[in-house]
């Protein structure tokens, strides 16, 4: 994706704007909640949509309000558990926030990480015999997911294109050095939901988003995981008051099951931000048991005598893949550490 960049007056013009918003909605909130705070209890509520400053947040008794947030809570995003407290005309002031047990960031127009989404914990990683997959982009996201604490799972649609066992058979040899890693792997197809109920029960109770390239079937899988979804957005954007522009927000959708997808362009479109070579060595999990053994500790495990990693290479631990994929992401990230990197 490019980004357009922004000149420094620009951004300082929009930051100047931006605050004074805050600064007069902030002073509203605390307006309206010295008039009510006496007759209405503080509540807890998950945050469906985030459009801006407005937040919609859903009750425990799934009743939805709008809210603005009071000040110096940080920015709020989608999937945030939060206090908040209903005001006489039915809207609300978010008064805190809870603690996050996962957040994935976004890297804003300067380069800085802001939250995107927050309390995830499912990380679908969708793949497809068409388009070709990526192993790099596959690594890159479990990387990501492995450095936020968001548990990683492969999801391989578009099946019913393989029509002989043979072909289904090497489509999934393609994938075996990751489950033998400990990552999940569903073979679905979204025109078959049938094939869907393992990766269903898989997801009751959990907060998950789908991402992968353009064309293996998100927003096909999105549909039939969540056969309500125009209902869920009708009565989003009835209780935002923003129309249709409710699904361009990152959004919270209920499985008809028991948990949470959460779903957006941007969310789609996530990448990985800044992260350090620590991150890295870290984030390939089959890696931890041997980086220490490297005779050198700074070992990049390209030529240097005594490497453990390419020693798992040779002896067959570790897929020469995922050495090549740790390589161009270590390349990637000490190239944003860069000053000037992007
Ligand atoms: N045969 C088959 N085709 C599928 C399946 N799922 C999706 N498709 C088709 O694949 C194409 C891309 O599907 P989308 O759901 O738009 O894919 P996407 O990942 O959302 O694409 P972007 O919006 O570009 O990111 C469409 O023509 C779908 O009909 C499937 O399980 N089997
Ligand atoms: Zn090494």
Known sequence: MTRRRLSQRQIERIKAIQERRRAHLAARCEQALAECEAETLPEEGVVLVQHGL?????????????????????????????????LPDGQGVVIA?????????????EGRERPLVANLSRLLILIAPEPEPSVLLIDQYLLAAECSGIVPILVANKMDLLAEPSEHAEFQGQFAHYAAIGYRIFWVSARHPASL????????????????QSGVGKSSLVKALLPDRE????????????GRHTTSAATCYRLPQGGWIIDSPGVRRFRLGHIDRQAVEWGFREFRDHAGLCRFNNCRHLEEPGCAIRQAVA????????????????????????????
Do not use: K, M, Y
């Open 54 to 86: 407005n937040l919609l947040v859903e009750d425990a008794q799934g009743r939805l309000a709008r809210c603005l947030a009071r000040q110096n809570l940080g920015e709020i995003v989608c999937g945030d558990r939060v206090i908040w407290q209903r």
């Open 197 to 212: 109920a393992p990766l269903i029960q898989e997801l009751i109770d959990q907060t998950s988003v789908l991402v992968g």
């Open 231 to 242: 209902i869920q957005i009708g009565r989003l954007s009835e209780a935002t008051g923003l």
């Open 315 to 342: 002896a067959g631990r570790i897929s020469p893949l995922r050495l090549a994929s740790f390589h161009r992401l270590l390349e990637d990230c000490e190239r944003q550490a860069l000053p000037g990197g992007t």
């Open 97 to 109: 926030l809870l603690p996050r047990t996962t957040v994935f960031n976004r890297l804003d127009a």
